[in-house]
């Protein structure tokens, strides 16, 4: 699918910066290197590895296959800024078109910037660019189940559990269990999920910050 990237989504909340989700840039490599640096340790319990340990990809290498994969209509791989700082990243993956039309989430936080509803309103924005945007009938998000706090991600924005998938990913040295969720088109009914998540904070006491945050699906 052609001219479905680069695209570029901006979430605003009243009194609260703005969140944009765009593509990684070369120019970005210092940032987002110091980024991932910085979380090595907060992110490795829950990111996918690869068993056959092929070693580090270049930064320019990744922003390619990133772009090349989205050009492909395969995949649309942002990064999160907030206040114009790099935060972490939000990729719909796996993209399938024809009679399935669907696509998988993925996404991590930087661990400074937890607690702060980023993960829920940015995968919010992803699903209604991708039911609005691009035209997909479903999004997935798996989650492993000892990952809380991006569980209470997809549960604050009402993702439906479709079931334990056993063994789905390789992450932090073995074959790990996923827990699957999902939402479709009838399940916004044409609505906005990112309104709908607005309109739970408007509803819900404010609570301080927490040291958690949603971490790799």
């Known amino acids: 699918m052609a001219g479905l990237w680069p695209s570029i989504l901006t979430i605003r909340t009243p009194g609260e910066p ?8 070369t120019r970005d490599r210092a940032e987002w290197e110091h980024l991932r640096i910085r979380n090595r340790t907060w992110l490795s319990p829950w990111e996918a590895t690869n068993p056959d340990h092929l070693g580090h990809v270049k930064f320019r290498h990744l922003v390619r296959r ?21 935060v972490g990243q939000m990729h719909l993956f796996n993209i399938a ?7 998988s989430a993925g996404y991590w936080v930087s661990q ?10 940015c995968l919010a924005a992803l699903v209604d660019h991708a039911f609005y945007g691009l035209g997909l009938h479903r999004v ?3 989650i492993r189940p000892e990952n809380t ?11 439906r559990e479709e079931g334990v998938r056993r063994r789905l990913l390789h992450i932090d040295g073995a ?3 996923h827990r699957s969720f999902a939402l479709t088109t009838e399940d916004l009914a044409g609505g906005s999920l990112v309104a709908a998540w607005n309109a739970t904070r408007r509803e819900t006491p404010p609570t301080p910050p ?6 790799g699906a």
């Not at 078109?97 to 696509?103: A, E, F, N, P």
């Not at 910037?113 to 993960?119: L, S």
Request: no cysteine; proline share 6%; net charge positive.
């Open 18 to 25: 703005d969140r944009v989700m765009r593509a990684l840039r």
């Open 112 to 121: 400074d910037m937890a607690g702060r509803g980023i993960a829920p309103a």
């Open 97 to 103: 078109w024809g009679s399935l039309r669907s696509g």
């Open 175 to 177: 074959w790990r269990d």
């Open 210 to 215: 927490t040291p958690e945050a949603a971490r």
């Open 140 to 142: 997935e998000v798996d």
């Open 66 to 86: 990133y772009d090349t994969e989205a050009q492909a209509g395969r995949m649309q791989p942002f990064v999160i800024e907030v206040g114009g700082r790099l």
């Open 149 to 159: 706090p991006s569980l209470r991600v997809v549960e604050k924005l009402g993702f």
